[in-house]
């Protein structure tokens, strides 16, 4: 019996089971995506978003200990600078499993593991819809919420009034 073991096996030995997740990792930081199968994905997410919460911080403990589990300076490279910087401000959840359906050969589900801060699909104005809809459980809030909306377009709308006034004088 299984109780409490919480580790996904994958059909595999602990020392080929840490070098296909090792393996697994480098590629998905290196290319942002990687498909591979649904069980494999979601072994892969457990164990790589520790490691991008170490490459946030950037000093010589967190590289060595990301290295004994990558063993592969460009990813490495890649985790302390290109992806750290995309994810300094994400408190958790930096990959997204979309599931693709069945494999020909063996028909094994295969799913899409990506890095949610490289996709530029899904990314699209995140931020804006954010802070408008932003709900608390004050009552007077919303109004205060809506108002403070209302102030932020009006400060923004005479700007661009006087830029186009401006273009138009320079005309």
């Known amino acids: 019996?299984?109780?409490?073991?919480?580790?996904?096996?994958?059909?595999?030995?602990?020392?080929?089971?840490?070098?296909?997740?090792?393996?697994?990792?480098?590629?998905?930081?290196?290319?942002?995506?990687?498909?591979?199968?649904?069980?494999?994905?979601k072994?892969?997410?457990?164990?790589?978003?520790?490691?991008?919460?170490?490459?946030?911080?950037?000093?010589?403990?967190?590289?060595?200990?990301?290295?004994?589990?990558?063993?592969?300076?460009?990813?490495?490279?890649?985790?302390?600078?290109?992806?750290?910087?995309?994810?300094?401000?994400?408190?958790?959840?930096?990959?997204?499993i979309i599931k693709l359906g069945a494999r020909m050969g063996d028909n094994a589900e295969t799913a899409m593991i990506e890095l949610v801060d490289f996709n530029e699909i899904y990314g699209k104005g995140i931020g804006e819809e954010k802070t408008a809809a932003k709900k608390t459980r004050r009552a007077g809030s919303k109004k205060k919420t809506e108002a403070k909306v209302a102030e932020t377009n009006e400060e923004a709308t005479p700007e661009t009034e006087e830029t186009s006034t401006e273009e138009k004088a320079a005309e």
Do not use: W
């Not at 072994?43 to 978003?49: F, P």
């Not at 911080?57 to 460009?74: A, C, G």
């Open 43 to 96: 072994a892969l997410r457990v164990y790589v978003e520790p490691l991008i919460t170490k490459g946030k911080e950037n000093t010589t403990h967190q590289r060595r200990i990301v290295f004994s589990y990558l063993q592969d300076k460009e990813a490495i490279k890649e985790l302390f600078g290109n992806v750290a910087e995309k994810v300094g401000g994400r408190p958790g959840g930096y990959t997204r």
């Open 1 to 41: 019996m299984r109780h409490g073991d919480k580790v996904k096996n994958l059909g595999r030995k602990k020392a080929h089971r840490d070098a296909l997740l090792s393996n697994l990792a480098c590629q998905l930081i290196q290319h942002k995506r990687i498909v591979t199968t649904t069980a494999k994905a």
